[in-house]
């Protein structure tokens, strides 16, 4: 299946979750965080969240500030 990773395709299992493209990529690190379709998805849920064809996913820094 082809998702869509920060503009780049790549290619992941059917039934892959955000979990599993994150240890794919070798991205599974403290202090980012995940939106697919445009949607910020919990840290806790990413283990749940199941990709499919065509999603738009965004790995970004996730940033503390005042």
Same mark, same amino acid.
């Not at 082809?2 to 790549?10: A, H, L, P, Q, T």
């Not at 493209?21 to 998805?41: E, K, Y």
């Given at each position: ?26 991205? =599974? ?8 379709? =445009? ?28």
């Amino acid at each position: 299946m082809k998702v869509r990773v920060n503009e780049e395709i790549v290619t992941s299992e059917e039934g892959a979750t955000l979990s599993d493209l994150l240890t794919q990529l070798a991205r =599974h690190q403290p202090g980012i965080a995940l939106a697919v379709n =445009h949607t910020i998805v919990p840290r806790r849920s990413w283990s749940q969240c199941r990709l499919a064809e065509g999603d738009d996913i965004l790995i970004f820094q996730a940033i503390a500030g005042g």
